[in-house]
């Protein structure tokens, strides 16, 4: 399994001031719940999955989400954002294996 | 264990036959399902019956999901953002019933959270929301799903 944690993540491409957008994502992730038996060997395939995505906008917690195995594989969230300036939005996640990533990007407001 | 067979046949006879028979605790793996009210105990604090319905929250999922390893869920909630701390789903038969807290700001503008969440067999998917002033608002929908996810 390559390029996990690999995320994808969409915002509208005009946002006007005051306007309450989505923020949609999705990240390269297996999800494993550790309940799994691999159907070859017979073993348990260890859990593996996404503990923590937070989103900050201009460094200012907006959401946090505290996922669980009980997500799907390779997980989409969406949440809505207020527009109120342009700023950065940074995502960043962790899984229980102690992976960590990051991913920004500009959110540019009219 | 279920065969598929009697997977079919369970979700024929209905959400009504699956609800008489709560809190049946199943060995899997040698994991133990914990159930729905233990998760909330875990979580919330309050068994399901301390948790008032809501008609101002809104869980939109499908109502036959064909496999459940990928059911779309979507809660929206017609409460001003600053009220609300969290918000909670959980899948009553999945083996941990708890899928997700998310913590929400008045940045968020409005309450909202979509994500596609995993369901082992035929459950309600519940959404809860905590308060700021510690209240608990709750709201479900039943997912019928013909092939499990959490196997």
New interface residues.
């Given amino acids: 399994m390559a390029r996990i944690g690999r995320a994808i993540v969409r915002v509208p491409r005009r946002i006007s001031k005051g306007q309450?957008f989505?923020v949609q994502m999705v990240i390269t992730h297996p999800?494993e719940?550790g309940?799994?038996?691999d159907k070859k060997t017979g073993k348990?395939i260890p859990a593996h999955y996404l503990t923590r995505i937070e989103f900050l906008?201009n460094g200012?917690?907006?959401?946090?989400?505290?996922?669980?195995?009980?997500?799907?594989?390779n997980?989409?969230?969406?949440?809505?954002?207020?527009a109120?300036e342009s700023g950065t939005l940074t995502i960043k996640y962790e899984d229980n294996k102690g992976g960590k990533w990051e991913k920004s990007l500009k959110v540019s407001i009219a | 264990m279920f065969t598929r067979r009697d997977l079919f046949k369970l979700a024929g006879v209905g959400a009504a036959a699956l609800l008489m028979a709560p809190g049946s605790v199943k060995e899997?793996?040698g994991?133990k399902k914990i159930s729905i009210d233990d998760a909330l105990k875990q979580h919330l604090g309050v068994t399901l019956k301390d948790l008032k319905q809501s008609n101002l929250i809104t869980v939109k999922a499908p109502t036959i999901a064909e496999s459940g390893?990928?059911?779309?869920v979507?809660v929206k909630a017609n409460i001003p953002v600053e009220q609300v701390e969290a918000i909670y789903?959980f899948?009553d038969n999945?083996?941990?019933?708890?899928?997700?807290?998310?913590?929400?700001?008045?940045?968020?503008?409005?309450v909202?959270?979509?994500?596609?969440?995993?369901l082992a067999k035929t459950s309600p998917v519940r959404a809860v929301i905590k308060m700021k002033d510690g209240s608990l608002l709750m709201a479900f929908k039943e997912v019928k799903v013909t092939v499990g996810?959490?196997?």
């Fill in positions: 309450v989505k999800m719940t309940l799994r038996k348990l906008f200012k917690k907006v959401t946090t989400i505290h996922s669980g195995p009980g997500i799907s594989k997980p989409y969230f969406a949440i809505m954002m207020k109120t | 899997s793996f994991v390893a990928n059911v779309p979507q789903i899948a999945n083996f941990n019933p708890w899928v997700t807290k998310v913590e929400l700001s008045p940045m968020n503008g409005e909202f959270f979509a994500t596609r969440i995993k996810g959490c196997g």
